[in-house]
């Protein structure tokens, strides 16, 4: 049996969508750059994406029900486009502040 | 599918301020300098306008039929009338609550971002859809993130706001995972819906399977940051001391005006097929959250550190809400855990805001107030506002007659009585939740103690040298009133509790009423619901 023959489903779209996920958080605990911790973030939210999309397909599912599933992964775009126009003036400020943009040098804050 | 047309008419109140706001700003990026006081009187009469819309938009639906109808992707219902009402009031607070000092430079952005996510709490309070439900919550992330930037600029300003965006971004991606999976399941983006059309609800109970867990679990995790609850509590301590009173007010009221809602319409009304993981995970974290927010809260020294220790300890007390009205969920008697929750919401947001209003109005460009020491001997200095902190921190304590102890006796009354009248294996676990939270109200009537003891018995710093000089905004009189406002409404809630309550109650009456009936004789006594009286009789087991 050739495994490339077999049709695919939602099942694979949701496993790369976890991988995504996954690797976001990953990214961002470990990266100390703000920028790279920022590049985290837009992987988690299209790790969601991915499963919007591939839960409302037509292709993918017979019994799926119109285009809720898109337009909430428009919208997540849109977000993830808004949220990262904040995060980098953020990240400009923290670099005003702190002459560097590692995150792991905020640490002034505790009690 | 299927789309109400008086959807867009029932959003008045939300279209006036989101005009309101854009042109705040807008006009604000012309006039600088002496336009920030017309702003601000702009800003708080679109809010008053709003209010009126909201009461003339709903009044011909549901003030005359209790409980409220289904039309789709908003919901019209008295829970939402009720904490509409309260993020209006909350924005008009945090307006009046605006300094001259140094809000001035950017004042009319600041205005606008706080009618921003005043829109956003609103809509997030009865939204029915996980695509307005996802786009409240983010109205109400965006704004903060950037009132965080422009409110301090130094170098805990700028960590304080990095720690805030990142950690709440990356629950708002939980939250959005976990919808992924819920969206999987229904194929339909609709919490609840009558019969005979798709809902995640429906969905859910029909097939309790994995991934509604999974969902599930995301999904709370997303809102638990948003309420601050254990253990996605850690970004609180540092994130309020790291800014100035103003975002701390934001930060421990609007989120959790907005997780709550969500919280109650999605996972404790959306998911009843899950109930008893619902009940569950809530009673849970709510004891991990009131445990560690009070016991933590008593050896701070910084007042906004001790407020977010405090504004964590109240999200486990709303959890307790949380708990009973899930376990109660599919049952006919309704043992008000979640009016309990919301109206206890009302309490603590007014007295908190109120709270960070005085401390506020207490700093005058000579003097800052940061920690205990710099409220020291306010009794004799400034009585009027020592007299406004005295009361909300004795309402937080939950000290009768004042709207916190009323609060915290519907809660711990509610956790009993479902102990009591509900399923025999959730007794233990109940009557201890309510024995937890009373020894917790305790705990916390020591640290809200401590302050009061500064504020009266302490003399206050020998010269004004002693204190930091000042370099965040300065208080003003508008902070003052928005104070006394507070202080007022705490005084009223607690000597006359019966309007907020009854509000409380039948925004609880409504959701149960958007639920199909659980039993066949529900359904033969009456349209909606009948009488308690007459339930009794009938107590069946709830829906598979």
């Known amino acids: 049996m050739n495994p490339l023959a077999y049709p695919v489903t939602v099942s694979h779209y949701l496993a790369v969508g976890a991988v995504l996920f996954v690797a976001g958080i990953i990214c961002m605990a470990v990266k100390r750059n703000a920028l790279g911790v920022l590049m985290g973030v837009e992987l988690v939210l299209n ?27 428009l919208f997540v775009i849109v977000l993830a486009a808004a949220e990262a126009a904040v995060a980098l003036a953020i990240a400009l400020n923290y670099y005003n502040n702190h002459s560097t943009i590692d995150v792991d040098q905020a640490d002034e804050l505790k009690g | ?95 009046l609550m605006l300094s001259r000092g140094a809000d001035e430079r950017d004042g009319t952005e600041t205005l606008g971002l706080i009618l921003f996510l ?4 609103m809509i997030a309070a009865r939204a029915n859809e996980l695509v307005l439900v996802f786009l409240g919550l983010e109205l109400v992330s965006i704004p903060t993130y950037a009132l965080l930037y422009l409110g301090r600029n130094d170098r805990d300003g700028s960590e304080a706001s990095a720690k805030y965006f990142f950690l709440s971004i990356l ?32 969905a859910v109970s029909r097939d309790p399977q994995p991934f509604a867990m999974l969902g599930l679990a995301l999904v709370v995790a997303g809102l638990g940051f948003k309420l601050a609850a254990v253990p996605f509590h850690f970004y609180a301590p540092d994130v309020y001391q790291g800014t100035n009173h103003r975002n701390a007010a934001i930060l421990a009221v609007m989120p959790k005006v907005a997780g709550l809602a969500v919280l109650i319409r999605l996972v404790v009304m959306g998911l009843p097929g899950v109930r008893n993981e619902v009940w569950q995970l809530a009673l849970v974290l709510s004891v991990l959250t009131m445990t560690v927010g009070n016991v933590c809260a008593l050896w701070q020294t910084d007042l906004r550190r001790m407020m977010a220790y405090s504004s964590i300890a109240h999200a486990g007390y709303l959890l307790i809400g949380i708990a009973v009205g899930a376990a109660a969920v599919g049952d006919p008697l309704p043992y008000g855990g979640v009016a309990a929750s919301v109206y206890y919401l009302c309490v603590y947001s007014v007295a908190t805001i109120g709270l960070f209003a005085a401390l506020q109005s207490l700093g005058d460009g000579s003097r800052r107030v940061d920690s205990l020491d710099h409220v020291a001997g306010l009794g004799v200095t400034d009585p009027w506002k020592a007299a406004a902190l005295a009361v909300f921190l004795f309402s937080l304590a939950g000290i009768p007659p004042l709207a916190g102890f009323w609060g915290k006796l519907t809660l711990f009354t509610t956790a009993i009585g479902q102990a009591l009248r509900g399923e025999s294996s959730m ?11 009373v020894a917790n109200a305790t705990i916390a009537a020591a640290y809200y103690l401590r302050v009061v003891g500064y504020l009266y018995f302490r003399t206050p710093p020998a010269t004004s040298a002693d204190l930091p000089s000042q370099s965040g905004p300065a208080g003003g009189l508008a902070a003052f009133l928005a104070a006394f406002l507070a202080a007022f409404l705490v005084l009223a809630i607690g000597l006359h509790q019966g309007p907020l309550a009854e509000w ?41």
């Open chain 2, 427 to 437: 007794t233990p676990w109940f009557l201890g939740l309510a024995l937890i939270a």
């Open chain 2, 171 to 202: 629950s708002s991606a939980f939250f959005l995972y976990g919808a992924s999976f819920l969206y999987g399941i229904a194929g339909t983006t609709w919490i609840t819906a009558p019969e005979g059309i798709a809902s995640i609800r429906d």
């Open chain 2, 504 to 544: 409380a109650d039948r925004g609880e009456r409504g959701l149960r009423a958007l639920e199909p009936p659980p039993a066949a004789a529900v359904r033969a006594t009456g349209p909606q619901h009948a009488d308690i009286a007459d339930r009794r009789g009938s107590l069946r087991e709830p829906p598979e």
């Open chain 2, 118 to 121: 005043t829109v956003g709490a």
């Open chain 2, 1 to 95: 599918m299927l789309t109400d047309p008086r959807t867009i008419a029932w959003l008045g109140p939300e279209i006036v301020l989101i005009a309101a706001a854009t042109g705040i700003v807008v006009a604000g990026a012309f006039l600088r300098g002496s336009a920030f006081a017309t702003m601000r009187i702009i800003a708080a009469v679109s809010i008053l306008a709003a209010g009126a819309a909201l009461r003339v938009g709903e009044a011909n639906h549901w003030m005359t039929t209790e409980t409220g109808e289904w039309t789709g992707p908003l919901v019209c219902d008295p829970l939402g009338f009720l904490v509409r009402h309260l993020a209006l009031f909350a924005g008009l607070l945090l307006t």
């Open chain 1, 47 to 73: 790790g969601a994406n991915v499963n919007f999309v591939a839960f409302g397909s037509r292709v993918l599912r017979d019994e799926s029900l119109g285009l809720d599933g898109h337009v909430f992964a």
